[in-house]
């Protein structure tokens, strides 16, 4: 059973950081690509950004340069730092893997950009 659980949002000022976590159950981490989404108020849910298992990533160009994610092969984990925020990096963050053709989905971490 593959179950993903999202951590570390929360509510930050302008400018700053958060890092957010994603812990993979079952057997399948070390050979998925894992991706992060956001969906913000009445928006269409976006790929922000994503590692292959051999650690080749790629970002949403509203994020470049600001955001990193990263993998722990050990603690099952894919990680968001999130640098530098803006208002506009305001939603929920979600994490998401695609193995034997179904589409698995954290609950997701809500993260507001406020001051």
């Known amino acids: 059973q593959v179950q993903l659980v999202e951590s570390g949002g929360g509510l930050v000022q302008p400018g700053g950081s958060l890092r957010l976590s994603c812990v993979v159950s079952g057997t399948i981490f070390r050979i998925v690509t894992l991706d992060w989404y956001r969906q913000a108020p009445g928006k269409e849910r976006e790929l922000v950004a994503v590692?292959?298992?051999?650690?080749?990533?790629n970002y949403a160009d509203s994020v470049k340069g600001r955001f990193t994610i990263s993998r722990d092969n050990a603690k099952k984990t894919v990680y968001l730092q999130t640098n530098s925020l803006k208002p506009e990096d305001t939603a929920v963050y979600y994490c998401h893997t695609y193995y034997d053709s179904t589409n698995y989905w954290g609950q997701g971490t809500q993260v507001t950009v406020s001051s």
């Open positions: 590692i292959t298992p051999g650690r080749i990533t």
